[in-house]
């Protein structure tokens, strides 16, 4: 039997996943709700399923299996607790939240309920990425000894989203930061140091945000990783990752020109979605969970942390 879903967010992404979720054989997608309700009409007669006027009966309808969260970030914490609440398995988008305090806070209440829940760190499913994770856990490579991760895209968002978006490193770098950490596997990340600036746009100046970052991170083993960050590439959506190690290097080459993280990210986008229903259905435990959102945004603060003191920063 098919698993109902009800969507909240229709945004960039959300439209995108509420797509997928209609040509999704063991899904059906029964209520979206955003509260820009014009849209929300719009795509509820698209998608053929109910607009909710209030986010309510999302929450009490007993034959919702699935709330989908892809509305903007400051509603993830609040949505995720009402549908633990309400038993309901969650997908939420990334990141869970821009204050780490909240992430504990909800982690601690929703422990209780022991929650089903899916974190939209889509990179982990991409074909080629997840084709290094095989080949490390084969031990292709030997030992793991760096990460080498280029993350640019073609332009920047809208300034109103970028305004809202907690920074580069917190909207942005947070999925390299989880690639890293998906690759390390058990070894920890132990200290971070990152730089940024702004040279082509100014603009960034404004918001207290940049558009160029790097970060070099150490392991407790000593894997060293770095990450380089573009708001902005000339070339389209650039998307490349190196794992290095003492028999050789394995390579996540860019496939084809991009302009759009949905189009460079579509298959893992679908496989991410496979993986819901595999949680919802079989009980198998998500690729990105909870807590690989809460490491990643521990990771993000650190920058920040290093990005003003220009120090490295211990993570304890
Ligand atoms: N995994 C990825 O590749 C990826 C890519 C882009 C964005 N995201 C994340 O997805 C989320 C949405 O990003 P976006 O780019 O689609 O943003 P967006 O601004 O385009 O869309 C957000 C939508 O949420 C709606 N909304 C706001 N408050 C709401 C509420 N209380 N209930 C229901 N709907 C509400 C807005 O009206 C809007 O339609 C963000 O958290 C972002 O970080 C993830």
Redesign the pocket.
């Known amino acids: 039997m098919k698993k109902n879903v009800a969507l ?7 439209v995108m996943h509420a797509k997928n979720i209609v040509l999704n054989s063991k899904l059906k997608l029964k209520y979206v ?4 309700q014009k ?1 929300a009409k719009i795509y509820s007669k698209k998608l053929k399923c109910f607009n909710l006027k209030s ?1 309510s009966k999302a929450f009490s309808d007993k034959s919702i299996d699935i709330i989908f969260i ?4 400051s ?2 914490i609040p949505l995720i607790t009402k549908s633990v609440k309400s038993k309901k398995i969650v997908f939420c ?3 869970l939240d821009l204050n780490i305090n909240k992430v504990i806070k909800c982690k601690k209440y929703i422990k209780k309920h022991k929650p089903k829940i899916q974190l ?1 760190f ?1 990179r982990r499913y991409d074909p080629g990425h997840y084709a290094l994770k095989r080949s490390l856990l084969s031990g292709k490579i030997g030992k793991l000894e760096k990460i080498i991760i280029t993350s640019r895209d073609p332009a920047p968002p809208s300034f109103k ?1 970028l305004k809202s978006s907690g920074g580069i490193f917190r ?1 942005m770098t947070i999925h390299d930061f989880d690639m890293v950490r998906f690759y390390l596997g058990n070894d920890e990340i132990k200290e971070i140091f990152a730089t940024a600036s702004n040279i082509s746009s100014k603009k960034f100046n404004d918001i207290k945000d940049y558009e160029l970052a790097t970060c070099v991170l150490k392991s407790t083993t000593g894997v060293i990783c770095t990450i380089n960050n573009s708001r902005h590439y000339k070339y389209g959506y650039d998307q490349r990752i190196e794992v290095f190690g003492s028999k050789g290097c394995l390579i996540s080459e860019n496939k084809k020109k991009y302009n759009f ?1 949905i189009d460079r ?1 579509k298959t893992a986008y679908k496989l991410q979605l496979q993986d819901l229903v595999n949680l919802a259905n079989k009980n198998k435990k998500p690729r990105a969970s909870f807590i690989d959102g809460e490491k990643a945004l521990l990771l993000a603060n650190a920058a920040y942390k290093s990005l003003s003191s220009k120090k490295v920063i211990k993570i304890t």
């Open positions: 909240f967010g229709l945004g960039r992404i959300g709700y955003d509260i820009n849209i986010p892809s509305s903007t970030t509603t993830h988008e990334k990141p939209g889509n989203y909207d993280f990210y």
